[in-house]
């Protein structure tokens, strides 16, 4: 029955009960209200792959209840807060500077229910253990349902958590250990950290950052401003700054510093408050104007002769040779791995917007399959039009090669060490298109805030920027290949993954391999250019090793379906995505290609979404 009233324009001349269906506000539902584990063929098919049938017994019930708290409370309490975003309480009645950030109560019930169901817990992780269940599936399939329903709130609960808990462990005084562990009591995903490195003078560009440290017995004093960071109501932040008269005094008495650059920089815990209990020098000037991801606070914080930790061993003594009497630079603080040991914990953090991409992307599909079934034109709904078969066909197949290359880099071992920039390069991508396409599918409907689409796509929009936009990640690639020879690894997965594929297709698993041999060429030929010419040419080949590395790793579910239940459904995903990213169309552009994405549409949809609810104004 309708909640809202009937008008006069209800009963014009023109309209009737068919022409009304098409306007029926109860017809529309979307993903909120639905289960999302249970819901998700997908992502059950994963759980059983990783799980294997014991585990799956023990975690199904977890699971399910997990699924529906992420498309029930979790999804409303999402929409409440991206209408009423956190505030800034910059001064007290008289004037102190309190710098407190006012979260709204629907993130304040999202927080407290998530952090107490999460999968992450430390809790959750022995009791799974004592049941003989590997937990890390169940934590990554956590991040998969909370990223539908709110990257900013899984930004706010997870940015940073496990580099300030694992740096401060390595290297902090043992007092400060303690706090840090009794902040991070309930895991990772407590949303207590932040990680604080943008600076006006430059994002990515780390070596050009301002902000200063100074030796103040075993801890350090931070001055400087950061000019992004977001969770700007945690407790423990990870800072990098530069030191200055780490390396004692010349004889002049000037203190002497690290050099202006990226060797100079050094990651610094800093806590809200200080070890005697006061308020540390940490002012946030004000809160972000964001396009979205509202739920997290998103700040510039200044730091005011605030009480900091070198999260990196002991100053060092002055380096040979760098500079003489009267001459700053001579040293640094810590063994000059400091930025180093922290980037590799950000693979980690790639990995999490990768994942958030994926989310995007996944919710999007959701929102376009449940309106394109629920609307209707041309004399039938939309999901029964062929060319919006193709573009649901797409969105399926582009999604759950996203999943596969995002589950992979937390599950897959060995962990690649380029995997997590090829990853959220992809993923991250997706998030955005997926939702275009999902506003598309709304038409104008999509571009209205009340329809959950446009907050998808304002959402999914910072994800491609978070933690390196794309530029970065393929410098990274282009880093670890020459640094490192981390293709070769790579190239060791590509290879395993193809060959688990399943009998009966020879010719999409032909072509993958052929394109891992093509692409090892690929990459020797890049090695062998000029330097600005391979620059250059790092997008491409990036773009194409994600290609390769997707298609293999559809491949091997493929071979795992076949082994597990005979199905081939997977087979059907990997060929149509080999076929769009892997193939040469010829100059007919693949116009004349078997429609398999038309005649196995249900196969693919039903495989993707699994709607059991009826249209009750039918």
Same mark, same amino acid.
């Given at each position: ?23 029926? =506000? ?8 639905? %289960? ?11 759980? $059983? ?12 019930? &977890? ?8 498309? +029930? ?7 409440? =807060?991206? &209408? ?39 809790? *959750?992780?022995?009791?799974? $253990? ?21 990257? +900013? ?58 902000? =200063? ?19 700007? %109501? ?14 004692? &005094?010349?004889? +002049? ?22 070890? /005697? ?11 972000? #104007?964001?396009?979205? =991801? ?10 005011? /002769?605030?009480?900091? *930790? ?22 640094? !603080? ?136 794309? %530029?970065?990640?393929?410098?990274? @690639?282009?880093?670890?290949?020459? $640094? ?38 690929? @990459? ?6 000029? !330097? ?6 790092? *997008? ?39 076929? &769009? ?11 004349? !290609?078997?429609?398999? #994405?038309?005649?196995? *549409? ?8 699994? /709607?059991? $609810? ?5």
């Amino acid at each position: 029955m309708a909640s809202y009233l009937i008008e006069p324009v209800d009963r014009l001349p023109f309209g009737g009960p068919e022409k009304a269906r098409r306007y029926a =506000t109860e017809r529309y539902r979307g993903a909120a209200g639905l %289960n999302w584990y249970a819901c998700d063929p997908s992502l059950r098919f994963l759980m $059983r792959r990783y799980l294997g049938p014991e585990g799956v017994a023990w975690a199904e019930p &977890r699971l399910e209840a997990l699924g529906a708290l992420m498309g +029930g409370p979790v999804a409303a309490w999402a929409e409440e =807060t991206d &209408r009423n975003p956190p505030r800034l309480e910059k001064y007290d009645r008289w004037g102190h500077d309190v710098s407190e950030v006012v979260m709204p109560p629907s993130f304040e019930a999202a927080r407290g229910a998530l952090v107490a169901t999460s999968f992450t817990r430390p809790e *959750f992780f022995a009791e799974a $253990r004592a049941a003989g269940v590997d937990p890390a599936p169940m934590a990554v399939a956590w991040s998969y349902l909370l990223d539908q329903a709110d990257i +900013g709130m899984a930004c706010a609960l997870g940015t940073g958590g496990d580099m300030v808990v694992g740096l401060t462990e390595l290297f902090a005084p043992e007092d400060v250990k303690v706090r840090v562990r009794e902040l991070f009591a309930a895991g990772m995903f407590s949303g207590e950290a932040a990680q604080m490195l943008t600076e006006r003078s430059g994002g990515s560009d780390l070596g050009a950052l301002e902000t =200063t440290a100074t030796p103040d017995g075993d801890a350090w004093r931070l001055n400087g401003f950061k000019w992004f960071a977001s969770n700007a %109501n945690g407790s423990a932040f990870v800072v990098l700054a530069k030191p200055w008269g780490a390396a004692g &005094r010349d004889q +002049g008495g000037e203190a002497l510093r690290a050099a202006d650059g990226v060797r100079g920089i050094a990651p610094f815990l800093v806590l809200k408050e200080r070890r /005697d209990g006061a308020r540390n020098g940490v002012r946030i000037r004000r809160l972000k #104007d964001k396009l979205g =991801t509202r739920s997290v606070a998103s700040g510039e914080i200044e730091f005011a /002769d605030a009480e900091a *930790f070198l999260l990196a061993p002991g100053a060092s003594a002055p380096v040979a040779g760098q500079a003489g009497a009267g001459q700053a630079g001579a040293g640094q !603080a810590g063994d000059g791995r400091g930025l180093a040991r922290m980037m590799e914990l950000t693979n980690g953090a790639r990995l999490g917007i990768a994942m958030m991409g994926l989310g995007c992307a996944r919710r999007s599909l959701v929102e376009a399959i449940c309106y394109a079934r629920a609307r209707e034109a041309f004399g039938a709904p939309l999901y029964e039009q062929p060319l919006m078969r193709r573009k649901l066909a797409e969105l399926v197949v582009e999604t759950e090669a996203a999943q596969a290359l995002v589950f992979d880099g937390y599950l897959g071992r060995p962990r690649l060490r380029i995997g997590a920039a090829l990853i959220k390069l992809r993923a991250a991508r997706l998030g955005v298109t997926a939702a275009s396409d999902a506003i598309e599918v709304h038409g104008g409907n999509g571009y209205i805030e009340q329809w959950p689409v446009a907050r998808i796509l304002r959402d999914a929009q910072v994800n491609p920027i978070w933690e390196g936009g794309d %530029n970065v990640l393929c410098l990274d @690639v282009r880093r670890a290949m020459v $640094r490192e020879r981390a293709h070769e690894p790579f190239f060791d997965r590509l290879t395993q993954a193809a060959e688990s594929a399943p009998a009966g297709d020879d010719t999409t698993a032909g072509l993958v391999r052929d394109r891992i041999g093509d692409l090892r060429e690929a @990459v020797k030929r890049w090695h062998s250019l000029d !330097a600005t010419t391979a620059e250059a040419r790092l *997008f491409p080949l990036a773009q194409y090793m994600a290609d390769v590395y997707a298609a293999a790793l559809l491949l091997e579910q493929a071979g795992w379906e076949r082994s597990d239940s005979g199905g081939d459904r997977k087979a059907l995903v990997a060929r149509l995505y080999a076929r &769009r990213h892997l193939a040469d169309g010829g100059p007919l552009r693949d116009i004349d !290609a078997p429609a398999e #994405d038309l005649e196995r *549409f249900d196969d693919l949809v039903g495989g993707a979404l699994t /709607d059991d $609810r009826k249209d009750i104004s039918a």
